[in-house]
């Protein structure tokens, strides 16, 4: 099953109604020995209430599985995200544990054919949303790194016909200073600054990641860079939870939420 390439629908909402997506993160089943039924039933806890609360679509941003040939693993992921409601396309992007923190050729082609594509881009409600695979961009993983960069700036070009563009990656740019110093839970300093400053010159409003199981956030020429915690096993103080993110006015509109405060309306 493919779930990154579904086109999100139309609604009869006017195009400045306000309106909100889900974004999870971190699944990561598996992760410590004792964690994966734990992890489980986060998932489908979160399952349960994306299929009552109804976003118009829900994007994964990495880690889908702890081991990411680990048949169990595959298949607890694909069963509990088969549960969300066909009404609700997913999107999904990889995480290092999906291709490796080293990702070859073949380790991508092997997320292609349980996941579909590595990378998405849609329109929905003039909005242009893109996501990623940053683990090619933190690894530089030599000829893949360079297609997926011509691919965004292609893609991109397209973001000044739209109200705004909003983009997903697995690994943050930078957790909180564009100029903090590089570690495993960012991107390097070369790398930030040749991506946003494309990113700035492409009406892009904001980059929601995962990858360090805790939230973070900073923001650079105008550009959120916001890191949303793991609705697996949390690393930092915050909680098992999700992010709703709202559109409207020409604004976004973010929250994390446990998995138990999850607003019916947002």
């Not at 964690?35 to 009552?52: F, G, T």
């Not at 994964?60 to 995200?81: P, S």
């Not at 409600?125 to 933190?138: D, P, T």
């Not at 020429?221 to 098992?240: F, Q, R, W, Y």
Request: with cysteine.
């Amino acid at each position: 099953t493919s779930y990154s390439c579904t086109t999100a629908t139309e609604t009869e909402n006017r195009p400045d109604t306000p309106w909100f997506f889900v974004q999870i993160t971190d699944t990561q089943l598996g992760f410590y020995p004792d964690s994966l039924e734990k992890e489980i039933q986060n998932y489908e806890q979160a399952v349960k209430r994306v299929n009552e609360i109804r976003p118009d679509f829900v994007v994964i941003t990495g880690d889908l599985v702890n081991n990411q040939r680990d048949e169990h693993q595959l298949a607890e992921f694909k069963r509990i995200t088969g549960m969300i409601s066909n009404e609700i396309p997913v999107y999904l992007i990889p995480g290092n544990h999906d291709v490796g923190n080293e990702p070859s050729k073949e380790d991508v082609d092997f997320y292609k054919s349980i996941y579909g594509d590595d990378k998405f881009s849609f329109v929905h409600k003039e909005v242009l949303f893109a996501g990623i695979n940053s683990n090619l961009i933190k690894a530089h993983t030599a000829g893949l790194e360079e297609d997926q960069w011509e691919w965004i700036k292609g893609e991109l070009s397209k973001g000044k016909d739209h109200k705004m563009v909003v983009m997903f990656s697995h690994h943050p740019f930078f957790s909180s200073d564009i100029s903090e110093a590089e570690a495993y839970f960012n991107l390097d300093s070369a790398s930030r600054k040749q991506y946003f400053d494309l990113f700035s010159t492409s009406n892009v409003k904001a980059v929601f990641a995962g990858h360090h199981h805790q939230n973070g956030y900073g923001i650079y020429n105008g550009i959120e860079m916001v890191t949303t915690s793991a609705v697996g096993e949390p690393l930092g103080k915050d909680p098992v939870g999700l992010r709703l993110i709202k559109i409207g006015n020409n604004k976004i509109h973010h929250q994390y939420f446990a998995l138990d405060s999850i607003p019916d309306q947002f």
